[in-house]
C-alpha cells in the first residue's frame, strides 16, 4: 500500500491533506476532530495583533451551477477574531495530543519588526512545527496595510520572511496572494527572504452576485456588501497554474510548494502533486461537506497510486512540470481529430452547433426521411479543437484521435511560417 506520508520543508505529517487557514482551523474544537477524522496537518486560523478584529453578519456569498452546486465561494471575514492568548494556548494543547500532525501557525501582522520580534517567540513557545505568513487576504487587512497590500510587494515580502527567519528558528511557509499579475515575483521575494516553502492560493477579489431587487452585491451587510474572496472548485485552474508557473521556474526550482485552492478530491490533490506541490491544503471542500472528506482524499490517492506503482509521493511530485511549458514549444506538427462513436452518440446535435456555429464547420448534420439524425467529423475540415469534445454530453461518445505523422518535432521557433523565427 502506498505511503502517503510526507516531509514537507521539514515538517512531517502522515498524509499531505491538510486544512487552509480558515474557520475550519479556527479553535481546538474544530481541529481535534479534524485529526480524528484524519487530516494529516492544519494551518491555525491566521493570528493578529490584539484586540482581534471583528467581523460582519452576513459573510459568504456563492456562485452556482445549474443544480444549485457550488462552483465558487465568496467571504468577507477577517483573521482570527478570538484572542492571541487562547489561540496560542489551544495551538500548544492540540500539538501536544496530537504530535504526529503538522500544526503549522497562520500569521498576519503589521510591517513593523518589532511586531514580529514581540511575537514570533511566542508562536514557537507553543511547539508547533511551522509559521505561515499570510500575505494574501483581499479584503478589510490590506486596507489595513496587511494581507494582499503586503503580498503585492515583493520588496515587503522578502522584508517580513526575512524578520520571520531572524526571530524564529521554525521553518517559514510563505501564503501568496492570486491577486497578482505575476506570481513569480513574491515567490522569488520569498526565497530570497528566506522562505523555507511558498503556498498557495489565497483567495481572489469577487463578486459573486448581486440582489438585483435591492441593487446590492452578496454577501449583504445592513443593505451594503464589498468585494470578498473567491476559492472553491472554481479557482482551482488559477492555482494549478501558478503552482505550475512557480514550480518551472528556473529562480525557484526546488522551493517547496503547498498547494491550495478548489481541492476537493484526491485527484484535485494528485494534480497539485504532479505540479509539483509537496503537501495540499484544503478549506472550501471542507466547509461544504464536513471534515471526513479526507477519508475519500486519503483512500482515493493511495488506491491511485498503488495502481500506477507510486510507493510514495516524492514518487510522482512534479511529474508533470517538465511537461508544462511555453506556447512557443508546443509541437506545430502534432495533429488531433475529433471521433463520434456512434454507438454512444444521443443525436442531441450540440457537437454539431458548436462546430458549425463558433468553429471550423466540421461535423455534418444527416437528417434521415424518417427523422434520424446522424452526426459525422468532416475529418479534412477538423482542426482539433476539442470544442465539440467538450461540448458532447455523453462521456467518451467524442474521442480526440492523434494522427499518425511522419513529421519531425518542430516547435513555433523553428515553424518556417513564423516570420520571427529563432533557433530554439
Ligand atoms: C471563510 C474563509 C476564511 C478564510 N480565512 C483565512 C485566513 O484567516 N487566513 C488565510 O491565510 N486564508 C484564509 N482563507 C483562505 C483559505 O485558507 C484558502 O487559501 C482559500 O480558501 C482557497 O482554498 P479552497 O479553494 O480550498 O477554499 C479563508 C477562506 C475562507 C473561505
Ligand atoms: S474538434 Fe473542433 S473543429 Fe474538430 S469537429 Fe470538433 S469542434 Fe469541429
Ligand atoms: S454532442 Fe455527442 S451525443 Fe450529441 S450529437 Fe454530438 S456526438 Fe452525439
Known amino acids: 500500500m502506498a505511503d502517503l506520508s510526507i516531509n514537507f520543508a521539514g515538517i512531517k505529517a502522515p498524509n499531505p491533506f491538510w486544512l487552509a487557514s480558515a474557520p475550519p482551523t479556527d479553535k481546538a474544537y474544530n481541529v481535534i476532530r479534524a485529526f480524528e477524522a484524519g487530516w494529516g496537518g492544519v494551518v491555525w486560523k491566521t493570528l493578529g495583533e490584539d484586540p482581534a478584529p471583528v467581523n460582519v453578519s452576513s459573510r459568504y456569498s456563492a456562485h452556482y451551477g445549474k443544480n444549485r452546486e457550488v462552483m465558487g465561494f465568496n467571504n468577507i471575514e477577517l483573521i482570527t477574531d478570538r484572542s492571541l492568548e487562547i489561540n496560542l494556548r489551544e495551538i500548544t494543547q492540540v500539538k501536544k495530543d496530537w504530535p504526529d500532525r503538522a500544526m503549522i501557525v497562520s500569521m498576519m501582522y503589521p510591517c513593523e519588526e518589532e511586531s514580529w520580534a514581540k511575537v514570533l517567540p511566542l508562536v514557537e513557545a507553543t511547539g508547533a512545527d511551522a509559521i505561515e505568513l499570510n500575505f494574501g487576504c483581499p479584503h478589510g487587512m490590506p486596507e489595513r496595510g496587511m494581507g494582499a497590500a503586503v503580498g503585492q510587494v515583493p520588496e515587503y515580502v522578502e522584508m517580513v520572511t526575512r524578520w520571520c527567519k531572524k526571530y524564529c528558528s521554525l521553518p517559514v511557509i510563505v501564503k501568496l496572494t492570486p491577486n497578482i499579475t505575476d506570481v513569480r515575483l513574491p515567490a522569488r521575494a520569498a526565497l530570497n527572504g528566506g522562505a523555507d516553502a511558498v503556498s498557495l492560493i489565497n483567495t481572489i477579489n469577487s463578486i459573486t452576485s448581486l440582489d438585483l431587487d435591492n441593487m446590492v452585491a452578496r454577501p449583504i451587510v445592513g443593505g451594503r456588501s464589498t468585494h470578498g474572496g473567491y476559492c472553491g472548485s472554481a479557482v482551482k485552474p488559477i492555482a494549478l497554474n501558478m503552482v505550475a508557473e512557480i514550480a518551472r521556474d528556473p529562480a525557484t526550482h526546488g522551493l517547496p510548494i503547498s498547494g491550495i485552492g478548489g481541492i476537493s478530491n484526491w485527484r484535485d490533490a494528485a494534480e497539485f502533486i504532479a505540479l509539483g506541490s509537496g503537501s495540499v491544503q484544503v478549506c472550501t471542500a471542507a466547509m461544504l461537506h464536513g471534515f471526513r472528506i479526507v477519508e475519500q482524499m486519503k483512500d482515493g490517492l493511495s488506491r491511485w497510486m498503488d495502481e500506477k506503482g507510486y510507493a510514495s509521493i516524492e514518487d510522482f511530485r512534479g511529474k508533470a512540470v517538465a ?84 513529421k519531425p518535432y518542430m516547435n513555433w521557433t523553428q515553424d518556417p511560417r513564423n516570420p520571427r523565427a529563432v533557433a530554439a
Open 323 to 406: 511537461n508544462t511549458t511555453d506556447w512557443k514549444y508546443l509541437d506545430m506538427n502534432y495533429q488531433v481529430i475529433a471521433q463520434i462513436d456512434q454507438d454512444k452518440c444521443i443525436q442531441c446535435g450540440r457537437c454539431y452547433i458548436a462546430c458549425e456555429d463558433t468553429s471550423h464547420q466540421s461535423i455534418s448534420q444527416l437528417i434521415a426521411d424518417n427523422g434520424a439524425r446522424k452526426y459525422e467529423v468532416i475529418k479534412e475540415e477538423c482542426v482539433g479543437c476539442n470544442l465539440c469534445e467538450i461540448t458532447c454530453p455523453v462521456e467518451h461518445c467524442i474521442t480526440m484521435v492523434p494522427q499518425a505523422s511522419d
